[in-house]
Every structure is written in C-alpha cells, then in structure tokens.
C-alpha cells in the first residue's frame, strides 16, 4: 500500500512542473480550481477500550494518504481524503505496551469541507491558514495491505487545522494537524474476541507534511 501511495506522489510531481508554465493564480487562491495532494506523516491513536487487562489501543506510526478537492472559492473548498497505516492492535499497562494481534490495517476515507484564508506575501507567494470539518468512516482489515479483507468498518468525524505555502502557480506544500474522532465495535467475535464490546470514542492524532498540486 505504501508503493500505492509513493507512485502517486511521483505521478503528481512529473506532472506539476508543465502545469507550472500554465498562467493564472495559485492553487491556494481559490477561484474555481481543483487540486490534489499526496502527503505522509505519523498518527497517534487514542484508547480503545478499557479492560482487566489494560488499555485496548493501536500501535502509532507512518500515515500515507492522498487528498483531492475543488475550490469553489478561495475561501470555500470541498474535497475528499484517504489515509493508511499499518498498525496492530496493543494492550497498555504501567507504562508497557503489549502488541495484542498481528499487523492489520487502518483506513481512514472521509469527505470534508474546508475553510481558508489565502493572502499574497510576495507575488507569486501565498500562504493559506486553513480548517477542515468532516465525515466519514474507519476500517480496520485482518490483513495491513488488503481493504477487502475481514474488516470492520465505523462512522469517523474528523476536524483538522493547518496551512498551504504556494511558491509557484500549481505547486505548494500543505502542512496539517489532523484528530479522527472513532470508536470501534468489532462484529467478528472469532477474530478479535468481545473485548471491544464497551469500546470507548478515540481521538487519533495525525500530522502529516505533503505536496498541493493545482490543476
């Protein structure tokens, strides 16, 4: 999944420099302009449940996603998100953390609304303070690198905050903070047993640095 994520990246980044050459503004100005952005990062999961064991959590870790959207203003965009990571399943006491399973997978794909303040430093430079809201859900597979393995899938929320540096006309780099509101509820007793029965709402922290390609 990661080689998904890294051929995107390289995809987007042979294609930006002739989007480049192309005259208008900055995709981080807005005024009716579609963009997608690679980006890697780390997550880190809250807790999932509480048991006679310890804490029920993930393992942290690198997060790969990709994001697309369309600016209907320059203050006003709609876009769409996917992030991975392969993770397993912990169990925390004292201090130690337990691995609790073997190596699985967490998506995260959600649709958002966001909110931004372009403004020109220089010109041809801007910066982008932004703010994201949205819905969507998480699912955790049995197998890291397959989305149609034995899984579990919930409703996730998500809020983010963070900025767009834009040097050139199509090419910008996005940094952001991201928190995944989740919980989970595990329908397959066999695989991972009735722990997640009284599963708590987990805050799962992600920041992540990416390219922002216009278009």
């Known amino acids: 999944m990661r080689n998904f994520f890294v051929s995107a990246a390289l995809a987007a980044a042979i294609a930006a420099p002739l989007q480049a050459q192309q005259a208008g503004d900055p995709v981080t100005s807005g005024h009716g302009s579609f ?13 999932l449940a509480e048991t006679a ?7 942290d870790g690198g997060f790969y996603g990709v994001q697309a959207g369309w600016s209907f203003s320059p203050n006003i965009s ?4 996917l992030g991975w990571t392969e993770s397993r399943f912990t169990i925390e006491n004292g201090g130690a953390s337990v691995p609790a399973s073997g190596d699985i997978g967490v998506w995260f794909y959600d649709a958002n609304l966001q909110f931004r303040l372009p403004f020109m430093q220089q010109p041809g430079s801007w910066i982008a ?5 949205g819905a969507g859900a998480v699912r955790y ?3 890291a690198d397959d989305l149609e393995s034995d899984a579990q899938t919930n409703l996730a929320f998500n809020f983010g905050v963070g900025a767009d540096f834009q ?8 940094l ?8 989970l509820q595990w329908d397959d007793d066999e695989t991972f047993g009735d722990v997640f029965d009284d599963a708590d709402r987990q805050h799962n922290w992600v920041f992540t640095v990416g390219l922002n390609f216009g278009f």
Do not use: C, H
Not at 53 to 59: Q, T, V
């Open 35 to 47: 963009f997608v952005g690679p980006y890697a990062g780390y997550i880190v999961f809250g807790d």
């Open 53 to 59: 064991a310890g804490e029920y959590s993930n393992e």
């Open 78 to 81: 709609l876009l769409g998100n």
């Open 129 to 133: 303070p932004f703010g994201q809201v």
């Open 141 to 143: 597979t049995a197998e």
């Open 167 to 174: 040097w050139m006309e199509s090419v910008g780099v996005r």
């Open 176 to 183: 952001m903070a991201k928190d995944y509101v989740t919980s």
